[in-house]
Each structure stands twice: as C-alpha cells, then as structure tokens.
C-alpha cells in the first residue's frame, strides 16, 4: 500500500516551495519523499527517505502541548483557546482582537504562551523537553539543531512582534527573547518519520502510557490532544485537511506531517515542497490517498 501511494505521489514531484523564509532551511533537498506507518501492535512500514531526519518545526508543538496538559491540567486553557483559527500560522490579527488569548495552541502564538509555561515549570526547560521526545522515539541522538534556530531567530521578526503582543497583554510571564529562543529552538529539533511515528504512537494507542517520569497523560487527555490535532493541527488548512484525509494530525513548514488512527496506527510522512498554507504537498497527497485506498478514517 505504501509503495503504491509513494507511486502516486510522484505526479506531484515539483509542485510548491520549500520554506526559504527560513534561512538555514532553504538548502534542503525540495524532492525527499519518506513514509513511516507504525500499527500498535508493533509492525512497522517504510518507503522511500523514512529514516532521513528533518526539522520538525511545527510538529514540535505537539509534544509542547502534551508537556503544558501534563503540568497544567485543565488550567492551561485559561492561557490559550482550543479553537480552529481559520488564520494562517503566524498571524497577528486574531491575538490583537483577542487582547493576547491566542485561538489555539498550534498556531505560533499559542505555542510561544506553551514555551513560556514550560519555562516557568521546569528548571531545564530545553534539557525536560528534549528528554521527552528522546523517550518518546527511543534514540538519544534526535536533537536540536542550534542553526536552524538561531537563523530563524536572526529573521524571525513576526514571531518576536508576536510575542511581544502576548507580553504587553501579560500571557507571556518570562523575559521576551528567553521565550523567542526556547520556542524556536523546540521547533529545531530533527527526527525522521521513522522516529516520529514512534512518537506519535501513544496518541494512538491510549494503552501505551507516556513513559517519561513526570509526564503523564490520562486516556481523557489524550483524546483532547488528538481533537485539538483534528481541529487546528493544519491552520487555516484544518477542513480541507479534514476533508480530504480525516486523521488527527499536525504538520510543520519542514514538510513533514504526523497523523494518527486511534486504536490503530500513528503515521509520519515527510517532503519539503510546501503549499501556500505551509503544508507539504506530496505529504498531504500520500495521507489522502492512504485513508481513501484503506477506506480508514475517523470518518
Ligand atoms: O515559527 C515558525 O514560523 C516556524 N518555526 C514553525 C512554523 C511551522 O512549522 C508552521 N507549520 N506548518
């Protein structure tokens, strides 16, 4: 079934940009393809560049969020909504309207309210998050990757107006550029889908418990995740996203995509080339074809 999606997708080999407006990602290789779908009960499928580690970037946000509900419980929504957007990512307009409440955690407002929470939770705020996604994927070299942030950070000047909107309405508690940095440097770290699907697999499977100590999500919890996923893991994207493949998912302007079929399978996929959402093409395309051709969707 992979191989035959991985067929299918290639019609669409050329089609869209990668993310330049990040520099030190606008050199990578536009024509990767790679796919990871790993079953609950423990099997494992791969094609193409499934074990070639990418930035995560937005995808980051997940795992950010799970940390935040760990911590915070229910509180954390006082911080943040848990409503589609229907903007772009890294839109202003809604946060100056909302007097500094951003709509949802995976919009980048959202994620900088989440890395200031982690900052004001943990001593080691990088060393706890990145502990996390190591326990998660089960390999102690996934990694930030200090260029990619600190070039994001050199051009980054619409999240830093984004946070310094959140702070003059007092939803960002820590120092401005400390929560710049941190946030940028959670959306650097590189994984491939072989381990993001590895990752994913406890949104899955709700019997497969968190296994870092202290982060501990209750079957309850993890099915608010996965429905914040459903409803703005794809931006101003989320319905066409639900429309066309019909999975819990989240994506990031490194091309790749992380979706999951509860009970059944987390899947990762990864290709540069982005569309004008900030969403990865052929990504998109392959988890269509999939959750058509299996007729499996939460649908
Ligand atoms: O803050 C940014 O713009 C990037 N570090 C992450 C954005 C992103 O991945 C949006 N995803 N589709």
Request: charged content about 20%.
């Amino acid at each position: 079934m992979l191989e035959n999606v991985c067929r299918q997708v290639q019609s669409l080999a050329g089609v869209g940009h990668v993310a330049d407006y990040i520099p030190a990602l606008a050199n990578v290789d536009a024509d990767r393809f790679g796919i990871c779908l790993r079953t609950v009960d423990g099997n494992d499928y791969v094609v193409g560049d499934s074990a070639v580690r990418f930035s995560i970037q937005s995808i980051s946000k997940v795992f950010a969020l799970a940390m935040c509900l760990a911590v915070k419980g229910e509180a954390l929504w006082t911080r943040v909504g848990k409503e589609p957007s229907g903007t772009a990512f890294n839109s202003l307009v809604q946060l100056e309207v909302e007097r500094g409440i951003p709509r949802n955690p995976f919009i980048n407002a959202g994620a900088l309210v989440l890395a200031d929470i982690l900052l004001t939770s943990f001593d080691d705020p990088e060393k706890e998050f990145l502990a996390f996604v190591r326990e998660l994927c089960g390999n102690n070299t996934v990694d930030y990757n200090d260029k990619v942030a600190l070039s994001e950070r050199e051009t980054g000047y619409l999240n830093a107006a984004i946070a310094n909107l959140l702070k003059y309405h007092r939803n960002i508690e820590c120092d401005v550029e400390r929560v710049l940095r941190f946030y940028l440097q959670m959306c650097s770290i590189e994984m491939s889908c072989e381990e993001l699907a590895k990752a994913f697999l406890p949104f899955a499977d709700h019997n497969v418990q968190f296994a870092h100590a202290g982060i501990e999500l209750t079957r309850s919890q993890i099915k608010r995740m996965n429905a914040i996923m459903q409803t703005c893991g794809f931006y101003d994207e989320a319905g066409e996203f639900s429309y066309l493949v019909g999975l819990p998912a989240k994506s990031g302007v490194g091309g790749g995509i992380a979706a999951i079929y509860p009970h059944r399978y987390a899947v990762a996929v990864w290709s540069p080339r982005l569309n004008g959402k900030g969403n990865s093409v052929m990504g998109m395309k392959a988890l269509e074809i999939l959750t058509t051709e299996t007729s499996e969707s939460i649908f």
